[in-house]
Protein backbone atom coordinates (compact mmCIF):
# COMPACT_ATOMS: atom_id res chain seq x y z
CA UNK A 1 0.00 0.00 0.00
CA UNK A 2 2.91 2.45 0.31
CA UNK A 3 4.42 1.61 -2.45
CA UNK A 4 0.70 2.45 -4.43
CA UNK A 5 1.04 5.78 -2.51
CA UNK A 6 4.10 6.48 -3.24
CA UNK A 7 3.80 5.68 -7.10
CA UNK A 8 0.82 7.95 -7.27
CA UNK A 9 2.25 10.76 -5.60
CA UNK A 10 5.38 10.50 -8.53
CA UNK A 11 2.85 10.34 -10.74
CA UNK A 12 1.13 13.46 -9.50
CA UNK A 13 3.81 15.41 -8.91
CA UNK A 14 5.06 14.96 -13.07
CA UNK A 15 1.73 15.59 -14.21
CA UNK A 16 1.82 19.07 -12.49
CA UNK A 17 5.16 19.56 -13.81
CA UNK A 18 3.70 19.14 -17.49
CA UNK A 19 0.79 21.33 -16.31
CA UNK A 20 3.27 24.17 -15.07
CA UNK A 21 3.32 26.92 -17.20
CA UNK A 22 6.30 28.42 -18.80
CA UNK A 23 6.11 31.75 -17.16
CA UNK A 24 9.10 32.60 -14.74
CA UNK A 25 9.18 35.31 -12.16
CA UNK A 26 12.11 37.65 -12.58
CA UNK A 27 12.99 41.17 -11.19
CA UNK A 28 12.73 44.28 -14.05
CA UNK A 29 16.52 44.69 -13.76
CA UNK A 30 17.53 40.95 -14.73
CA UNK A 31 15.19 40.61 -17.76
CA UNK A 32 15.51 44.59 -19.12
CA UNK A 33 17.83 47.59 -18.94
CA UNK A 34 17.98 51.15 -19.37
CA UNK A 35 17.66 52.67 -22.38
CA UNK A 36 19.81 55.89 -21.28
CA UNK A 37 22.30 53.15 -19.18
CA UNK A 38 24.13 51.59 -21.86
CA UNK A 39 27.33 50.84 -22.61
CA UNK A 40 29.63 52.79 -24.78
CA UNK A 41 32.84 50.77 -27.10
CA UNK A 42 36.17 52.38 -27.10
CA UNK A 43 39.21 51.62 -29.28
CA UNK A 44 43.15 53.10 -29.54
CA UNK A 45 46.26 52.54 -30.75
CA UNK A 46 49.33 51.32 -28.93
CA UNK A 47 52.52 49.73 -28.34
CA UNK A 48 53.53 46.45 -26.01
CA UNK A 49 57.03 46.78 -25.27
CA UNK A 50 58.80 44.51 -22.82
CA UNK A 51 58.61 41.41 -24.64
CA UNK A 52 61.49 38.81 -24.83
CA UNK A 53 61.86 38.07 -28.80
CA UNK A 54 58.43 37.71 -29.66
CA UNK A 55 57.45 40.79 -30.71
CA UNK A 56 56.88 42.36 -34.25
CA UNK A 57 59.84 42.41 -37.11
CA UNK A 58 60.10 45.64 -38.40
CA UNK A 59 60.53 45.03 -42.12
CA UNK A 60 57.48 42.95 -42.06
CA UNK A 61 55.43 45.43 -39.72
CA UNK A 62 55.93 48.82 -40.67
CA UNK A 63 53.80 50.36 -38.91
CA UNK A 64 55.31 49.08 -35.77
CA UNK A 65 58.84 50.95 -36.58
CA UNK A 66 56.97 54.33 -37.30
CA UNK A 67 55.07 54.28 -34.23
CA UNK A 68 58.53 53.13 -31.90
CA UNK A 69 60.06 56.66 -33.81
CA UNK A 70 57.22 58.54 -33.13
CA UNK A 71 56.47 57.66 -29.32
CA UNK A 72 60.83 57.83 -28.80
CA UNK A 73 60.12 61.86 -30.75
CA UNK A 74 57.65 62.97 -28.05
CA UNK A 75 60.09 61.83 -25.52
CA UNK A 76 62.48 64.23 -26.60
CA UNK A 77 64.88 61.70 -28.02
CA UNK A 78 66.20 61.57 -31.91
CA UNK A 79 65.99 58.53 -34.11
CA UNK A 80 66.78 59.84 -37.25
CA UNK A 81 69.82 58.13 -39.19
CA UNK A 82 69.53 54.96 -36.96
CA UNK A 83 67.97 51.41 -37.92
CA UNK A 84 65.92 49.35 -35.22
CA UNK A 85 66.30 46.08 -34.96
CA UNK A 86 64.49 45.01 -31.99
CA UNK A 87 61.89 42.43 -31.59
CA UNK A 88 60.32 43.14 -28.12
CA UNK A 89 58.07 45.86 -28.95
CA UNK A 90 54.44 44.76 -30.82
CA UNK A 91 51.96 46.93 -32.22
CA UNK A 92 48.42 46.17 -30.78
CA UNK A 93 44.43 47.14 -30.85
CA UNK A 94 43.25 48.37 -27.08
CA UNK A 95 39.47 48.21 -26.48
CA UNK A 96 37.37 48.83 -23.84
CA UNK A 97 34.19 49.51 -22.84
CA UNK A 98 32.54 52.56 -21.00
CA UNK A 99 29.87 51.64 -18.37
CA UNK A 100 27.09 54.07 -18.10
CA UNK A 101 27.30 56.75 -15.84
CA UNK A 102 31.05 56.25 -15.55
CA UNK A 103 32.76 59.24 -13.82
CA UNK A 104 36.24 60.57 -14.21
CA UNK A 105 39.07 58.76 -12.09
CA UNK A 106 37.29 55.09 -12.38
CA UNK A 107 38.77 52.39 -13.65
CA UNK A 108 37.89 49.57 -16.27
CA UNK A 109 39.18 46.85 -17.87
CA UNK A 110 40.91 46.77 -21.43
CA UNK A 111 41.41 44.17 -23.84
CA UNK A 112 44.90 44.15 -26.29
CA UNK A 113 45.29 42.23 -29.77
CA UNK A 114 48.29 41.96 -31.94
CA UNK A 115 48.06 44.03 -35.20
CA UNK A 116 51.64 42.72 -36.48
CA UNK A 117 53.21 39.11 -37.06
CA UNK A 118 54.06 39.41 -32.89
CA UNK A 119 54.08 35.59 -31.40
CA UNK A 120 53.16 35.80 -28.05
CA UNK A 121 52.49 38.95 -25.71
CA UNK A 122 53.30 37.34 -22.59
CA UNK A 123 55.49 39.29 -20.10
CA UNK A 124 54.72 42.72 -22.15
CA UNK A 125 53.58 46.23 -20.86
CA UNK A 126 51.02 48.34 -22.45
CA UNK A 127 52.71 52.23 -23.15
CA UNK A 128 50.38 54.64 -22.40
CA UNK A 129 47.59 54.34 -24.86
CA UNK A 130 44.22 57.02 -25.54
CA UNK A 131 40.64 55.15 -25.91
CA UNK A 132 38.30 57.43 -27.95
CA UNK A 133 34.82 56.91 -28.74
CA UNK A 134 32.79 56.70 -31.85
CA UNK A 135 32.69 60.70 -31.61
CA UNK A 136 36.32 60.80 -31.37
CA UNK A 137 36.86 62.00 -28.20
CA UNK A 138 39.23 60.66 -25.44
CA UNK A 139 37.11 59.41 -22.67
CA UNK A 140 40.04 57.09 -21.03
CA UNK A 141 43.62 56.47 -21.13
CA UNK A 142 45.15 52.94 -20.73
CA UNK A 143 48.67 51.53 -19.52
CA UNK A 144 49.88 48.44 -17.40
CA UNK A 145 50.95 44.55 -17.67
CA UNK A 146 48.84 42.27 -20.02
CA UNK A 147 47.66 39.14 -18.71
CA UNK A 148 47.85 35.99 -21.54
CA UNK A 149 46.36 33.13 -20.46
CA UNK A 150 48.01 31.03 -23.58
CA UNK A 151 50.87 29.79 -24.02
CA UNK A 152 52.71 28.14 -26.67
CA UNK A 153 56.49 25.91 -26.56
CA UNK A 154 58.13 24.75 -29.81
CA UNK A 155 61.39 22.51 -30.27
CA UNK A 156 62.92 20.91 -33.12
CA UNK A 157 60.69 18.53 -33.81
CA UNK A 158 57.66 19.54 -31.54
CA UNK A 159 55.19 21.89 -30.83
CA UNK A 160 52.85 22.53 -28.17
CA UNK A 161 50.15 25.71 -27.72
CA UNK A 162 47.23 26.15 -25.81
CA UNK A 163 45.24 29.40 -26.26
CA UNK A 164 45.90 32.25 -27.53
CA UNK A 165 49.19 34.22 -27.03
CA UNK A 166 48.76 37.29 -29.00
CA UNK A 167 46.00 38.66 -27.36
CA UNK A 168 45.32 39.29 -23.42
CA UNK A 169 44.14 41.51 -21.12
CA UNK A 170 44.75 44.69 -18.55
CA UNK A 171 42.71 44.35 -15.38
CA UNK A 172 41.83 47.79 -14.49
CA UNK A 173 43.85 49.23 -16.96
CA UNK A 174 42.16 52.02 -17.73
CA UNK A 175 41.40 54.80 -16.36
CA UNK A 176 38.39 57.21 -17.48
CA UNK A 177 39.38 60.79 -18.07
CA UNK A 178 36.01 62.22 -19.18
CA UNK A 179 32.28 61.29 -18.01
CA UNK A 180 29.30 60.96 -20.95
CA UNK A 181 27.66 64.55 -21.90
CA UNK A 182 23.82 62.65 -20.77
CA UNK A 183 23.24 63.39 -17.24
CA UNK A 184 20.57 60.19 -16.09
CA UNK A 185 18.30 63.02 -13.53
CA UNK A 186 18.09 65.21 -16.39
CA UNK A 187 15.60 63.26 -18.32
CA UNK A 188 12.08 63.27 -17.53
CA UNK A 189 11.07 59.50 -17.91
CA UNK A 190 12.75 56.49 -18.53
CA UNK A 191 12.58 53.93 -20.84
CA UNK A 192 13.22 49.97 -19.82
CA UNK A 193 14.65 47.68 -23.01
CA UNK A 194 13.90 43.84 -22.97
CA UNK A 195 16.79 41.91 -23.44
CA UNK A 196 14.89 38.90 -24.96
CA UNK A 197 11.68 40.94 -26.54
CA UNK A 198 8.12 39.66 -26.44
CA UNK A 199 5.21 41.65 -25.46
CA UNK A 200 3.47 39.32 -23.05
CA UNK A 201 6.49 40.52 -20.68
CA UNK A 202 6.50 44.17 -21.65
CA UNK A 203 2.71 44.24 -20.87
CA UNK A 204 3.77 42.65 -17.86
CA UNK A 205 5.94 44.80 -16.73
CA UNK A 206 4.16 47.53 -17.37
CA UNK A 207 1.18 46.34 -15.14
CA UNK A 208 3.94 45.48 -12.70
CA UNK A 209 5.17 49.00 -12.57
CA UNK A 210 1.54 50.41 -12.74
CA UNK A 211 0.63 48.40 -9.82
CA UNK A 212 3.67 50.10 -7.45
CA UNK A 213 2.69 53.21 -8.75
CA UNK A 214 -0.74 53.05 -8.11
CA UNK A 215 -0.06 52.64 -4.29
CA UNK A 216 2.76 54.64 -4.00
CA UNK A 217 1.83 58.05 -6.50
CA UNK A 218 -1.83 57.19 -7.01
CA UNK A 219 -1.89 56.49 -10.69
CA UNK A 220 -0.54 55.05 -13.96
CA UNK A 221 3.15 55.66 -14.65
CA UNK A 222 4.40 52.88 -17.46
CA UNK A 223 3.15 52.31 -20.74
CA UNK A 224 4.56 49.36 -23.30
CA UNK A 225 5.79 50.93 -26.29
CA UNK A 226 6.44 47.96 -28.46
CA UNK A 227 7.82 44.23 -27.33
CA UNK A 228 11.50 45.75 -26.35
CA UNK A 229 10.51 48.93 -24.70
CA UNK A 230 8.75 50.49 -22.03
CA UNK A 231 8.00 53.73 -21.32
CA UNK A 232 7.66 54.82 -17.28
CA UNK A 233 7.03 58.68 -17.21
CA UNK A 234 8.44 60.44 -14.00
CA UNK A 235 6.22 61.76 -11.75
CA UNK A 236 6.67 65.41 -10.08
CA UNK A 237 7.40 64.98 -6.71
CA UNK A 238 9.34 61.57 -7.20
CA UNK A 239 13.37 61.37 -7.50
CA UNK A 240 14.89 59.80 -10.82
CA UNK A 241 17.37 57.53 -8.78
CA UNK A 242 14.62 56.25 -6.39
CA UNK A 243 12.22 55.18 -8.67
CA UNK A 244 14.43 53.39 -10.92
CA UNK A 245 15.79 51.68 -7.46
CA UNK A 246 11.99 50.91 -6.90
CA UNK A 247 10.97 49.54 -10.40
CA UNK A 248 14.34 47.52 -10.91
CA UNK A 249 13.46 45.12 -7.98
CA UNK A 250 10.05 44.75 -8.91
CA UNK A 251 9.21 41.07 -9.86
CA UNK A 252 7.32 40.46 -13.58
CA UNK A 253 6.71 37.16 -15.24
CA UNK A 254 8.47 36.91 -18.13
CA UNK A 255 7.97 34.23 -21.14
CA UNK A 256 9.77 33.87 -24.16
CA UNK A 257 9.07 31.98 -27.43
CA UNK A 258 9.21 28.30 -28.35
CA UNK A 259 13.26 28.28 -29.67
CA UNK A 260 15.39 25.07 -30.37
CA UNK A 261 18.94 25.81 -30.67
CA UNK A 262 21.61 23.73 -31.92
CA UNK A 263 25.17 23.98 -32.31
CA UNK A 264 26.50 21.58 -35.31
CA UNK A 265 29.97 22.12 -34.55
CA UNK A 266 30.18 21.18 -30.59
CA UNK A 267 26.49 19.21 -31.11
CA UNK A 268 25.15 21.12 -28.36
CA UNK A 269 20.99 20.92 -28.33
CA UNK A 270 18.90 23.40 -26.37
CA UNK A 271 14.94 22.91 -26.08
CA UNK A 272 12.86 25.86 -24.35
CA UNK A 273 10.25 24.81 -22.21
CA UNK A 274 7.22 25.65 -24.74
CA UNK A 275 8.44 23.07 -27.62
CA UNK A 276 5.95 21.53 -28.73
CA UNK A 277 5.83 18.23 -31.57
CA UNK A 278 3.18 17.15 -33.52
CA UNK A 279 2.79 13.33 -33.27
CA UNK A 280 4.77 12.10 -36.05
CA UNK A 281 6.72 8.85 -36.76
CA UNK A 282 10.51 9.42 -37.25
CA UNK A 283 13.54 6.39 -38.36
CA UNK A 284 16.92 6.93 -37.78
CA UNK A 285 19.37 4.78 -39.27
CA UNK A 286 22.86 5.02 -39.90
CA UNK A 287 25.21 3.33 -42.73
CA UNK A 288 28.83 2.69 -41.72
CA UNK A 289 31.23 1.70 -44.43
CA UNK A 290 34.59 0.12 -44.11
CA UNK A 291 37.35 -0.33 -46.29
CA UNK A 292 40.11 -2.30 -44.91
CA UNK A 293 43.42 -2.66 -47.02
CA UNK A 294 45.73 -6.18 -46.06
CA UNK A 295 48.24 -5.88 -48.95
CA UNK A 296 50.20 -9.23 -49.96
CA UNK A 297 54.08 -9.57 -50.74
CA UNK A 298 54.15 -12.58 -52.99
CA UNK A 299 57.77 -14.16 -53.28
CA UNK A 300 58.89 -15.16 -56.61
CA UNK A 301 60.02 -18.95 -56.87
CA UNK A 302 63.64 -19.83 -56.55
CA UNK A 303 66.19 -19.43 -59.14
CA UNK A 304 63.66 -17.92 -61.18
CA UNK A 305 64.71 -14.20 -62.18
CA UNK A 306 61.00 -12.84 -60.84
CA UNK A 307 60.52 -10.03 -58.84
CA UNK A 308 59.33 -9.19 -55.10
CA UNK A 309 55.79 -7.57 -55.76
CA UNK A 310 52.91 -6.13 -53.67
CA UNK A 311 49.34 -7.41 -54.36
CA UNK A 312 46.53 -5.16 -53.20
CA UNK A 313 44.10 -6.92 -51.18
CA UNK A 314 41.12 -4.54 -50.16
CA UNK A 315 38.06 -5.37 -48.22
CA UNK A 316 35.01 -3.30 -48.31
CA UNK A 317 32.47 -4.15 -45.80
CA UNK A 318 28.92 -2.27 -45.67
CA UNK A 319 26.44 -2.13 -42.09
CA UNK A 320 23.23 -0.41 -41.60
CA UNK A 321 22.69 0.49 -37.77
CA UNK A 322 19.31 1.65 -36.59
CA UNK A 323 15.92 1.65 -38.74
CA UNK A 324 13.57 1.40 -35.79
CA UNK A 325 10.22 3.43 -36.05
CA UNK A 326 9.46 5.85 -33.18
CA UNK A 327 6.54 8.20 -32.48
CA UNK A 328 6.87 11.02 -31.50
CA UNK A 329 4.38 13.02 -30.06
CA UNK A 330 5.96 16.13 -27.67
CA UNK A 331 3.03 17.31 -25.95
CA UNK A 332 5.42 18.60 -22.78
CA UNK A 333 9.32 19.01 -23.08
CA UNK A 334 10.11 15.75 -20.93
CA UNK A 335 7.66 14.03 -23.34
CA UNK A 336 9.85 15.10 -26.31
CA UNK A 337 13.05 14.65 -24.62
CA UNK A 338 12.15 10.78 -23.88
CA UNK A 339 10.93 10.39 -27.22
CA UNK A 340 14.11 11.15 -28.62
CA UNK A 341 15.64 9.27 -26.02
CA UNK A 342 13.89 6.45 -26.76
CA UNK A 343 15.51 6.07 -30.64
CA UNK A 344 19.13 5.96 -28.54
CA UNK A 345 20.89 7.92 -31.41
CA UNK A 346 23.56 10.22 -30.28
CA UNK A 347 23.49 14.43 -30.68
CA UNK A 348 24.63 14.50 -34.31
CA UNK A 349 21.27 12.93 -35.18
CA UNK A 350 18.94 14.06 -32.92
CA UNK A 351 20.08 17.57 -34.57
CA UNK A 352 19.52 15.81 -37.80
CA UNK A 353 15.79 14.10 -36.60
CA UNK A 354 14.96 17.75 -35.16
CA UNK A 355 15.84 19.70 -38.49
CA UNK A 356 13.29 16.86 -40.51
CA UNK A 357 10.62 17.69 -38.19
CA UNK A 358 11.11 21.16 -38.54
CA UNK A 359 10.94 20.43 -42.58
CA UNK A 360 8.05 18.60 -42.15
CA UNK A 361 6.13 20.69 -39.97
CA UNK A 362 6.12 19.03 -37.01
CA UNK A 363 7.60 21.24 -34.87
CA UNK A 364 6.17 24.02 -33.43
CA UNK A 365 9.00 26.03 -32.63
CA UNK A 366 11.80 28.08 -33.90
CA UNK A 367 14.80 26.52 -35.29
CA UNK A 368 18.10 28.38 -34.29
CA UNK A 369 21.26 27.20 -36.24
CA UNK A 370 24.38 28.70 -35.09
Known amino acids: MVRICKWLLTVSLLFAATLTPAYAASRIKDVASLQAGRDNQLIGYGLVVGLQGSGDSLRSSPFTDQSIRAMLQNLGISTQGGESRTRNVAAVLVTATLPPFASPGSRVDVTVGSLGDATSLRGGTLVMTSLSGADGQIYAVAQGSIVVTGFSAQGDAAALSQGVTTAG ?137 GETAVEPNTTIEAQSDGGTVAILNGSSLRSLVAGLNSIGVKPDGIIAILQSIKTAGALQAELVLQ
Open 169 to 305: RVPNGAIIERELPSKFKDGFNLVLQLRNPDFSTAVGMAAAINKFAAAQFGGRIAEALDSQSVLVQKPKMADLARLMADIENLVVETDVPARVVINERTGTIVIGQDVRVNEVAVSYGTLTVQVTETPTVVQPAPFSR
